[in-house]
């Protein structure tokens, strides 16, 4: 029997297509304003950034950021407009509503799992509890409103922000995260994806280019990457 193996040049077109999910451009070239939009936004925000995580080094609160960086990148604030007035009407009355709004693109259902997070754990309660408490006795809509008046607020997506990235630090404490870039890499494909995935499932989404929606060129964790060390360097 005559047994056909592929030639080099077959092999090695394998191998590109076996990569193209870990190669990506420049998503700071390609999106050039909204990547300067997004460090722009760092500079005219860090003093409340910097209150929201308690004095943090700057390091720190780069790292935080640029988790979020992204999608900053990406706002469109008249499709924020018509999303926020279309969740104060369907998310408020019944819950069944879920947009991505505000700068950072934060979901009612980002911040619900946050509170619960913040609520089963001794230390994050300390810490955040009364900030996230609502008035008792309020009913189920009051209490959507509240949740949606607080999204719709830059200043209380920073807040929500420094408790993921607290959440994120207690869900990752013992995966062996070293470096800032790892650790960002890993944070940003939670936040982008879901912060309750196996670490398995974290560093497979890492390989995946889906960001921006409308190209689907990028891969979220790397776009946040690039724009971290963009925010490093900056004057």
């Not at 939009?37 to 409340?48: C, G, K, P």
């Not at 309020?138 to 990235?165: N, P």
């Not at 070293?178 to 390989?207: D, H, I, P």
Request: proline share 2%; aromatic share 14%.
């Amino acid at each position: 029997m005559l047994i056909l193996f592929p030639s080099i040049s077959v092999m090695n077109n394998i191998l590109l297509v076996a990569m193209l999910p870990l190669v990506q451009g420049s998503y700071v070239t390609e999106f050039k304003e909204g990547s300067a939009a997004a460090v722009d936004f760092y500079r005219e925000w860090h003093a409340l950034i910097s209150k929201a995580f308690g004095g943090a080094k700057e390091s720190d609160l780069v790292l935080a950021y640029s988790i979020v960086a992204p999608e900053v990148s990406q706002y469109d604030a008249f499709k924020d407009f018509l999303e926020i007035g279309i969740m104060k009407k369907r998310y408020v009355a019944d819950g069944s509503c879920d947009y991505s709004i505000g700068y950072f693109q934060m979901k009612p259902s980002f911040v619900e799992s946050l509170e619960n997070e913040v609520f089963k754990s001794a230390s994050l309660k300390k810490k955040y509890g009364k900030m996230l408490a609502y008035s008792r006795g309020k009913s189920k809509r009051t209490v959507r409103k509240e949740r949606l008046d607080r999204l719709s607020e830059t200043e209380w997506q920073i807040r929500y922000l420094a408790i993921y990235v607290d959440v994120a630090k207690q869900r990752t404490a013992k995966w062996g995260l070293k470096s800032s870039e790892e650790k960002l890499r890993y944070w940003a494909s939670m936040y982008n994806a879901g912060f309750y995935l196996s670490k398995a499932r974290v560093k497979q989404r890492q390989t995946v280019r889906q960001f921006p929606r409308s190209t689907t060129k990028y891969n979220y964790s790397a776009v946040a990457v690039e724009l971290y060390r963009r925010l490093l360097k900056r004057k």
